[in-house]
């Protein structure tokens, strides 16, 4: 039924499209975030509870060129209060660009770092390219040093360079969330989502709580080009949470829609509001994890 919906949809004239695109509720089918400071200040006081771990750690993965590193770029920016370029990014190649695992630290000036850390990772492309699903398993279990360079043709195994044989707790991963740019789910390959659901539910075998981002809503939607704050307006964009639902499983209520900082030279806090909503939702849902592991 989904498939065939979103043919469909795929189909239609480019006119039609556009005219969808455009179409807004008059009243937001989800509240806009608001409050920032509110949301810094619990960022900012954040440690986890469990005394086994010295940070949260969140790990983003999805297809090439889907925005992980520039998403990771925009929690950095809307933390430091400025746009900020560490993430290292790709707009041409529409491959992947990250090569290894990274681990990123933000910091919080002379009071050191917060408590959660974000790892990139290679994307998700079709046939022999890209990372491999195995690898990412790997990852969620610790297994990875930072660093390593990914062979997408070839799985990382014990007792090869860049494999930890015994990780403890602060190497494994306690929230995984994938991203995908808004515009582009219902064109997603079917070997990729069958990656991305392989992972998901290696993720579920070990309870590792699980949330998404829909990227580049800009791109998506004119609407929310125009003004961030319409981005829970948009027809269109709920079309695209809910088609995301239905094709990964994840709840609607855990998939979150965000414009990067890409074009801009400085930030604001409309385009701040929703990243941070975003992240303050995957520290939460990392956090209960670690709170009720041995439960």
């Not at 992947?96 to 681990?103: L, W």
């Not at 829970?232 to 414009?259: A, D, H, M, R, W």
Request: include cysteine; aromatic fraction near 10%; glycine fraction near 6%.
């Amino acid at each position: 039924m989904f498939i065939f919906y979103s043919c469909v949809h795929i189909m239609l004239p480019l006119c039609e499209r556009v005219i969808f695109s455009l179409a807004t509720f008059s009243k937001p089918w989800r509240p806009f975030p608001e409050k920032n400071e509110n949301i810094l200040e619990f960022l900012n006081s954040y440690k986890p509870r469990n005394k086994d771990v010295n940070h949260l750690r969140i790990l983003f993965m999805g297809p090439a060129g889907a925005g992980k590193s520039s998403f990771i770029n925009s929690i950095d920016s809307v933390l430091q209060g400025r746009v900020t370029g560490r993430g290292l990014t790709d707009a041409i190649s529409g491959k992947t660009f990250t090569k290894k695992y990274k681990t990123f630290k933000f910091s919080k000036g002379s009071q050191g770092h917060y408590s959660f850390v974000c790892n990139d990772i290679m994307g998700m492309e079709q046939k022999n390219a890209g990372i491999h699903v195995d690898d990412i398993k790997l990852a969620l279990r610790g297994h990875v040093t930072d660093g390593y360079e990914f062979i997408p043709q070839q799985q990382l195994n014990e007792g090869d360079l860049g494999y930890r044989s015994c990780p403890s707790l602060n190497d494994r991963v306690h929230v995984l969330v994938t991203v995908v740019p808004a515009g582009l789910v219902s064109l997603l390959s079917e070997e990729v989502v069958k990656k991305l659901r392989k992972v998901r539910l290696a993720a579920s075998e070990m309870d590792i709580p699980q949330l998404a981002i829909l990227t580049k809503v800009d791109e998506a939607c004119p609407k929310a080009k125009q003004d961030p704050k319409n981005i829970y307006k948009s027809k269109y964009l709920k079309e695209q949470v809910e088609n995301f639902s239905q094709l990964l499983g994840l709840p609607v209520n855990c998939i979150f829609l965000v414009k990067n900082y890409s074009s801009e030279n400085s930030s604001d806090d409309a385009t701040d509001a929703p990243i941070l909503c975003a992240l303050k939702q995957i520290v939460v849902y990392g956090n209960d994890f670690l709170t009720h592991l041995n439960d």
